[in-house]
């Protein structure tokens, strides 16, 4: 409990205060960028690394939390009055815009686990991976048409019919979000953005703190066994259906957090765009769990502050000086893949010699208690007794031809 206090002061002074600790914005903006992959990491491991479900398209509901965080807030920001985001006005939008991010996300986790209940390994992530990218195309190839509002269209269902008006609606709430230009706001004036440090970090801290609480639950401990065996965690009882499904939207449910948070990220830009969610994001995400160690909290949360720091190093060294003239002198190379080059590297020096992540499964807390002071040793054991005993037991046994006493008489 007091570290619960702390650790919600600390994040409510930063919130005021790390502006002046951290002037550059763009650190700012990397290190609240850092903790939205945490929980991007996290989520993704309850799928991949507890589940044992291979999803490629976690991109996808993180897309789905940014728009509905970044609609839901333009909207409420100017039922509000507009003006500038303020940390008070921050309790009432940022709670709203990210239930709702969760909630939506949420529903389509379920609609997308639901196959996973037959389909397993290359199969299933075919599926997610076309659930993302169907996503993100409906959003980037929308045309904008009649200047027609989402209200006008839905006062029409009913009257010239239900389906085709209701299609029409939606299709006009889509083209509303911007098409390839990206959404910002309702008269373009850009998203609010109301996450400061205390959401992002806080929410950051509490989510990881769950996450690390469900891997060592009944809960994660099922997950864990449908994972290894299917048929044998059935045969004692663990419904798979049940747990997959749930898997799933456990995970939905924290991206769409995550992505929530990015669209809404004090130091962000304030539009969100399509192309934020391409394969490239689901990639990096698989990256962050696999690099921490699938199916280890700490790991993955490691994981997303690694690969985030690394894309932004990387991308900092694509701008130097050295890099533009090499880049001028070889127009025939392609610096801009330098990344994806590094990435593959990466990835098969950790196939080579560490297939299983820098953490394994295990969690980082669990090592810094394996270090602490040795248990006493037993007392030795008391071998008077034994001695006693080898020497009767290594006695000869008695003749069988022997005479017994008493037996004289006998015969």
């Not at 747990?243 to 830009?269: C, E, H, P, Q």
Request: glycine fraction near 12%; hydrophobic fraction near 50%.
């Amino acid at each position: 409990m007091a570290m619960a206090a702390a650790a919600l002061v600390v994040v409510l002074v930063l919130d005021f205060t790390l502006d002046r600790i951290v002037p550059d914005s763009s650190i700012r903006q990397l290190l609240m960028l850092a903790a939205c992959n945490v929980l991007v990491a996290l989520s993704l491991n309850v799928i991949n690394g507890m589940a044992g479900q291979f999803s490629i398209g976690h991109a996808g509901f993180v897309g789905l939390g940014g728009y509905t965080s970044a609609v839901v807030s333009a909207h409420l920001h100017e039922a509000m009055g507009g003006g500038e985001p303020t940390f008070a006005k921050s309790f009432v939008v940022v709670p709203v815009a990210l239930v709702a991010s969760a909630a939506i996300a949420g529903l389509f986790g379920y609609l997308v686990g639901l196959p996973s209940l037959r389909l397993k390994g290359d199969y299933l992530a075919i599926v997610t991976l076309g659930f993302a990218e169907i996503f993100r195309l409906l959003i980037a190839t929308a045309q904008l048409g009649d200047k027609e509002s989402i209200g006008e269209a839905a006062s029409k269902i009913g009257k010239d019919g239900v389906v085709g008006p209701f299609f029409h609606m939606l299709s006009v709430a889509i083209t509303s979000l911007g098409g390839q230009n990206g959404y910002a706001g309702p008269k373009n004036q850009g998203v609010p953005l109301y996450a400061g440090p205390f959401w992002v970090f806080g929410l950051a801290l509490l989510l990881g703190l769950l996450a690390y609480r469900l891997k060592f639950s009944g809960w994660g401990r099922a997950l864990r066994a449908l994972r290894e065996d299917e048929i044998a965690a059935a045969a004692v009882g663990v419904d798979p259906t049940r747990y997959k499904v749930r898997s799933f939207v456990i995970a939905a449910v924290g991206a769409g957090i995550a992505g929530g948070l990015m669209a809404m990220n004090r130091d962000g830009t304030p539009t969100v765009q399509p192309d934020n969610y391409n394969f490239q994001a689901s990639f990096d995400a698989i990256t962050m769990v696999i690099l921490g160690g699938s199916g280890s909290v700490t790991g993955s949360a490691i994981g997303g502050v690694l690969i985030t720091f690394t894309i932004k190093a990387i991308e900092a060294v694509q701008s130097t000086s050295a890099v533009q003239e090499l880049k001028r002198q070889a127009a025939w190379l392609d610096l801009n893949a330098l990344r994806m080059i590094l990435y593959a590297g990466v990835l098969i020096a950790l196939m080579i010699w560490r297939p299983e992540g820098l953490l394994g499964e295990r969690e980082l807390f669990q090592k810094a208690r394996a270090r602490g002071p040795k248990p006493p040793a037993p007392p030795p054991p008391d071998t008077s007794k034994k001695e006693v005993k080898s020497s009767a037991s290594d006695a000869p046994p008695p003749d069988e031809g022997a005479s017994v006493p008493g037996d004289a008489g006998a015969t």
